[in-house]
């Protein structure tokens, strides 16, 4: 059965602080991990990873993926108000682009 | 703006009514799917459709329907709910090859009375 666990599930920072954000994955056929954003509603996608060791990097956002240990990180530095959001972990399995997603984990930036 | 579109963003209905959810994308993609999101619960996919075939049900209640008439709209029929089925319903799509990123509507907020 595929699986994809995030954690932590929750958690409040003050802004200025630094976030990480964990992702673990056993999936057959994998083909990419992606991170999305999710505040109110729809997700709005955020990285897409397919190889190790290659971080990718959106403003204070920046994302790894170790293919080898079966995880990822979504990190963010520099918290601001509007980071607080649901922060949901994808995988792609298969050639359709299916996506099995984690729980999420809850972020909260208090001022 | 993702280039989904779904309709209603809002939808209240009793547990015997009958209503449609309706799914648009305008990105030339091959896939779309339909997701569920309940409260405190992960993403669930329900069905998803490849050049308007049906290729995944994922163990869904007969009394969710999908209909894909073509390749640019994904519907999602309605009937005899539960209460239980109240959740935020989310479409996709995405390219079959190549580019696999998925863009999502902004949902419908289903509630059943």
């Given at each position: 059965?595929?699986k ?15 976030v ?6 056993e999936?057959?056929?994998?083909r ?6 999710q505040?109110?509603?729809?997700p709005?996608?955020?990285f897409?990873l397919?190889s190790s ?7 204070r ?11 990822s ?5 520099a ?17 359709w682009?299916?996506?099995q ?9 208090t001022? | 703006?993702t ?23 305008h990105?030339g ?6 997701y ?8 669930e996919l ?16 007969s ?6 008439p ?10 005899t ?27 419908t907020?289903?509630t059943?009375?």
């Amino acid at each position: 059965e595929d699986k994809v666990v995030q954690s932590p599930l929750s958690l409040v920072v003050h802004e200025g602080d630094t976030v990480t954000l964990n992702c673990s994955y056993e999936v057959t056929n994998f083909r990419s991990l992606l991170w999305y954003k999710q505040e109110k509603k729809a997700p709005t996608f955020l990285f897409m990873l397919t190889s190790s060791g290659i971080e990718k990097k959106s403003g204070r956002l920046s994302s790894i993926l170790d293919k080898k240990e079966l995880f990822s990180i979504l990190n963010i530095t520099a918290t601001q108000t509007g980071d607080s959001a649901v922060y949901l972990c994808a995988v792609e399995i298969g050639s359709w682009g299916k996506l099995q997603f984690g729980a999420g984990t809850q972020v909260v930036v208090t001022p | 703006e993702t280039g989904v579109t779904q309709t209603p963003r809002h939808l209240v209905m009793g547990m015997t009514n009958k209503k449609s959810l309706k799914c648009e994308q305008h990105l030339g993609h091959n896939a779309m799917y339909w997701y569920k999101q309940s409260a405190k619960k992960p993403l669930e996919l329900m069905f998803v459709y490849n050049f308007k075939e049906q290729t995944e049900n994922n163990s869904v209640p007969s009394r969710f329907s999908p209909e894909c008439p073509n390749s640019s709209h994904l519907f999602l029929h309605l009937h005899t709910l539960q209460p239980e089925d109240s959740a935020l319903y989310l479409c996709a799509s995405s390219q079959d090859e190549g580019d696999t990123e998925a863009f999502f509507g902004q949902g419908t907020r289903l509630t059943v009375v």
